[in-house]
Each structure stands twice: as structure tokens, then as C-alpha cells.
């Protein structure tokens, strides 16, 4: 069963705008990632997060982790037409060797 | 450095044929997994491979099979096709020891009839 519920399913913005995803789960993790895949592509590795941080930074991309909700989530700032693609949250909640990723937000970005 | 290749890239199958899906490493990633992708869903995991001669089934491991005979190679095998087969096949690989960020190939987009 998929244990990241990514929310919404699908997201469409006007270019400059702010971009909000999120994920829950529902047992204990060590980390949670989030990742880019752009139509017909493979997936890109965005940003980690351990289960002993809140939050975190890279470029444009803020995440956040709250373990007592079982939940994160994934802004993107000062969106921009590249940014168009879904965009998926994995965690290891199957095991160490396992990560189990959710259904993916689908981002679409106007000009 | 190619990073994580797979070949081919498309294929169509007839129900009941057998084939192989190559995914190959230069990264000395001692991980390497098996994703299906299918419309509308995430990655479900079929099989990994912790290192050489080390294999574990995933998620949704029926129907195929694994071997990893070298640190670099990883193939997947369908021996007798279905249609519940169809989907987007993606490896992935990383280092071992830790739960951190994936590599993953292009996909390769299989069809069975």
C-alpha cells in the first residue's frame, strides 16, 4: 500500500505564484524525500529531511516535516514554468531498504 | 560518468514472451532497485539489491525475476508477459549503509499485448 498521500493530486498556478504540496504518512520514518519527475523522465532527487529536523532550504524549495502529524510539505517559491512536473514524496516507513513513495502531485505552472 | 542507464527505452511484448530489462551503474552504488510506475500512481518497488549476489523482493515482486552478478548491473526479468505488465519501468540505485537520496534512470516504457 502507498504510505505517502500527496495533497493536492493535481495544482495549476500562475507563473511568479507559490507552489503548496503536501504528503502524509502514516507510520514512524527516519527521513522523507521529496522528488521531481518531468513528463516521460525519470526522478529527480530534490531535498531530505531527517525525522530530527523541521524544516529545510535549497533554492527555491522550502520543506517541512511535523512527525506528530505525520506530515510534510513542499513550497515551491517564485514558481516558474520549469517547474512544471509532479512532484512526490518518499519515505522509508518500509524498512531501511524500501522507500515507499505516494501518488504524486502534478504541478502545472501558466506562462 | 553515464550515471544509471537502462535499456531499451520501449518495447512491445506479446502475452507469454520473455524478456530482459538491463539497468546498468558507474557509480559504485552498492544499492540498486526496481520501480513500476503506472498512470496515475507513485513508483511501487518490485526488487532490490543490497550488493553482488544479494537480492530482496518489494512491493509488487510477482512475475518477475533479479540477479546481481556485478556491482554494476541489475537486470529485471519478465519470463512469461502479461498485461498487468504494462507500465514504466524505472531503476534506481544509491549507496548502501543509509536511507539517502536515489538515482534514478530514464524508464524504460513497456507494453504487453
Known sequence: ?????????????QEGENAT??????????NLQWYR???????????LIRSNEREKHSGR???TLDTSKK??????????AADTASY???????GAQKLVFGQGTRLTINP | NAGVTQTPKFQVLKTGQSMTLQCAQDMNHEYMSWYRQDPGMG?????????????????????????RSTTED?????????????????CATRLAGGRETQYFGPGTRLLVL
Request: charged share 10%; proline share 4%; aromatic share 8%.
Open chain 2, 43 to 67: 513508483l511501487r518497488l518490485i526488487h532490490y539489491s543490497v550488493g553482488a549476489g544479494i537480492t530482496d523482493q518489494g512491493e509488487v515482486p510477482n512475475g518477475y525475476n533479479v540477479s
Open chain 1, 71 to 80: 506530515s510534510s510539505s513542499l513550497l515551491i517559491t517564485a514558481s516558474r
Open chain 1, 37 to 47: 519527475q518531468n513528463s516521460g523522465r525519470g526522478l529527480v532527487h530534490l531535498i
Open chain 1, 1 to 13: 500500500s502507498q504510505q505517502g498521500e500527496e495533497d493536492p493530486q493535481a495544482l495549476s498556478i
Open chain 1, 21 to 30: 504540496m503536501n504528503c502524509s504518512y502514516k507510520t514512524s520514518i527516519n
Open chain 2, 74 to 90: 541489475f537486470p529485471l526479468r519478465l519470463l512469461s508477459a502479461a498485461p498487468s505488465q504494462t507500465s514504466v519501468y524505472f
Open chain 1, 61 to 63: 524549495l522550502r520543506v
Open chain 1, 88 to 94: 512526490f514524496c518518499a519515505t522509508d516507513a518500509g
